[in-house]
């Protein structure tokens, strides 16, 4: 019975690396893009005198 558990969940765990991978890489891609058309967010950093 657990060699049948453990099985399983590292099925389930390498389709879950698989498909956070994948969903990161996607969102960066449209993050990406959708900066690239708006321009992006500038932040300037200064100091107080």
């Known amino acids: 019975m657990l060699p ?8 389930i765990a ?8 994948a969903l990161a890489t996607l969102g ?4 990406n893009l959708s900066a690239g058309f708006v321009g ?7 100091e107080d005198e």
Not at 4 to 10: D, E, G
Not at 16 to 21: A, E, I, R
Request: glycine fraction near 4%; avoid cysteine.
């Open 4 to 11: 049948r558990v453990l099985m399983f969940t590292s099925v």
């Open 14 to 21: 390498v389709i879950d690396v698989v498909l956070m991978t």
């Open 40 to 46: 992006g967010v500038e932040l300037t950093l200064a």
């Open 28 to 31: 960066a891609f449209i993050y």
